[in-house]
Each structure stands twice: as C-alpha cells, then as structure tokens.
C-alpha cells in the first residue's frame, strides 16, 4: 500500500505560479510512473502531467509550456510546477501513481485561479 498526500494548492491571481507536491510513503514510489490529474465542477477528471519511473515527460496540450512535472526519487516526491495560471486551471489536482497492478490516489488539493 502507498499513501500520496498533495500538497501546495492554494488561491492564486491570473499569471501567478503555484508548486504542487505529491510526497508518497513507500520508498519503492521510484518504480511507480505518477501523474497529476484535475478535476473542475463538472467536468470529468482529465490528465494533466506525467512521469515515467525513468523520467520521461507528458503534458496535456492546455498545459504545455506552463506546467512542468518532476520527481525526486531521494524524496519519494513527485512535484507539479504550475507557471502563467489561468482561471481555467482552476480545479481540484489529484496525484496517481501507477505500477503493474498497483493503482494509487491522493486525497486532492484544490487550486483556484482568480483576481
């Protein structure tokens, strides 16, 4: 069993910059391949950001060029750089991580984005 907690959400202004965590509770978090996941009222939760265990990256097109994924395996933490904000990242993010058959959830943080 891994344990993710988010962490770093917050009330940002439009163009402003948030960091998101995911710190997991397994030292074996390094095999897992995370992704930042949002979802906003209504809407269905979609993929935002992922890394494979050996680093490769992948964004969803609205978040290219602003967002940037992390991992520090030393950590077991999983970071999501959040740049140029907009009112339409406003959601709640959810941090997965995923391994063979194992599949993880983090309870959620809330980022809004508004002035």
């Known amino acids: 069993q891994v344990q993710l907690v988010e962490s770093g959400g917050g009330l940002v202004q439009p163009g402003g910059s948030l960091r998101l965590s995911c710190a997991a509770s397994?030292?074996?978090?390094?095999?897992?391949?995370v992704g930042w996941y949002r979802q906003a009222p209504g809407n269905q939760r979609e993929l935002v950001a992922r890394?494979?265990?050996?680093?490769?990256?992948d964004y969803a097109n609205s978040v290219k060029g602003r967002f940037t994924i992390s991992r520090d395996n030393a950590k077991n933490t999983v970071y999501l750089q959040m740049n140029s904000l907009k009112p339409e990242d406003t959601a709640v993010y959810y941090c997965?991580?995923?391994?063979?058959?194992?599949?993880?959830w983090g309870q959620g943080t809330q980022v809004t984005v508004s002035s």
């Open positions: 397994s030292s074996i978090f390094s095999m897992y391949a």
């Open positions: 997965n991580a995923n391994w063979l058959a194992y599949n993880y």
């Open positions: 890394i494979t265990r050996s680093g490769s990256t």
